[in-house]
């Protein structure tokens, strides 16, 4: 298909020169899909027992209920297979009209989430196969996410060096609703790991859902429950920093992905605050927190932040720095973001370039075939 004719020719002129890197694209299987690259043992063990979610529910999510998808209507392909079940639609709606040089896939399938470790750690191998034999080989601007069964270090720690050396991984996926926070040192060896072989730690918003999204409960609406994502990822930043993983772990870079990034500057704020009256609590800490925060931790832009004055949302990548920020389109979901149309204050091109290419080649590892 063609660009949509909102994007102007000039935008698409300025990004030829260097191309988008989109932070967030995901991929959905077929039925039956992920069986095919499952051993038979295990294809059994889910046919017969289905998936030991980690939810308080069996068979499906917990409440409210998804949208099936929760894609854009134009984003069925033309088979009418699910929307991002398709390679070649995705190469043909996003990658080829928006000029993306690398794409990274963020599959959202749950298997990484079992209470079985076992079939959770043959789950993210079939899924892992899955990307890179029906997305990647087909395009290779697509990069795949080690999917790790992350409650069980071992397990995840040889999934990661299964992939250590495949140029098609660039980074490794967790979710930010964990069983634990991840500032844990039960989840060390795993960041150990991912320095050791040069990848980022992607942490899309999801997960485990073990209890209520909130710390007030279960929420009643779905746009409650839209509005809770965020919550998950403030208490993994929270977690991360005061527990002294980035002390540890001078070197770790971690992407916050689709749990906004407005909270970032108040954070920051309120842990320092905190900090100076407590900080005999956490002696292991070198820093002020929201150093941290400026250091190790990336945002991924969608859903783009909307103050009623867009210079506000200006000040708010400034404060967070706009080397910080890395460009998502969360493609096919409904609040999909254009790369042309999201901001709405004007960026010089040296924010736009480090905005749309450049900060993402800092912290993923896009390697050559």
């Given at each position: ?159 990661i060096e299964r992939r250590a050396n495949d140029w098609r991984f660039c980074q490794i996926q967790i979710g930010s609703k964990t069983t634990e926070p991840l500032g844990k040192r039960r989840y060390w060896p795993i960041f150990e790991a991912a320095l050791k072989h040069g990848f ?170």
């Amino acid at each position: 298909m063609n660009a949509p004719v909102s994007i102007s020719r000039a935008l698409q002129d300025a990004d030829a020169r260097y191309g988008i890197i989109d932070c967030d694209i995901h991929p959905f299987p077929r039925a039956g899909a992920i069986a095919k690259y499952l051993p038979q043992r295990w294809r059994d063990h889910v046919a017969e027992y289905g998936q030991m979610t980690a939810g308080i529910y069996a068979a499906r999510g917990n409440y409210p209920r998804f949208q099936p998808f929760l894609s854009r209507r134009d984003s069925v392909p033309p088979d009418g297979g699910p929307p991002g079940s398709d390679v070649h639609f995705i190469s043909e709606q996003l990658l080829d009209p928006y000029n993306i040089t690398y794409g990274v896939l963020e599959p959202l399938l749950g298997g990484n989430n079992s209470r079985n470790s076992h079939e959770a750690a043959a789950l993210c191998t079939a899924m892992n196969d899955w990307q890179v034999a029906e997305y990647t080989d087909h395009d290779p601007r697509l990069r795949a996410s080690i999917l790790i069964p992350l409650d069980d270090p071992d397990l995840a720690i040889a999934e990661i060096e299964r992939r250590a050396n495949d140029w098609r991984f660039c980074q490794i996926q967790i979710g930010s609703k964990t069983t634990e926070p991840l500032g844990k040192r039960r989840y060390w060896p795993i960041f150990e790991a991912a320095l050791k072989h040069g990848f980022s730690l992607g942490m899309h918003s999801g997960g485990s859902q073990i209890s209520a999204p909130s710390p007030g409960g279960w929420a009643q609406f779905y746009v409650e429950d839209h509005q809770l994502g965020t919550h998950a990822v403030v208490s993994q930043a929270t977690s991360l920093i005061l527990e002294g993983v980035f002390d540890v772990f001078p070197d770790l870079k971690i992407v916050m992905i689709e749990g906004g990034f407005g909270w970032v500057p108040h954070l920051g704020w309120r842990m320092d605050a905190n900090w100076r009256k407590m900080r005999s609590e956490v002696p292991h800490l070198k820093r002020k927190p929201s150093e941290y925060l400026k250091t190790n931790l990336w945002y991924a832009t969608q859903p783009v932040e909307e103050p009623e004055r867009p210079d506000d949302l200006r000040q708010t990548f400034e404060w967070i720095g706009w080397d910080r920020m890395v460009y998502s389109s969360d493609y096919p979901h409904w609040d999909f973001d254009d790369p042309h149309l999201a901001w709405r204050f004007q960026m010089t091109a040296e924010e736009k370039r480090a905005l749309l290419h450049d900060n993402a080649l800092a912290v993923y590892s896009f390697k050559q075939p």
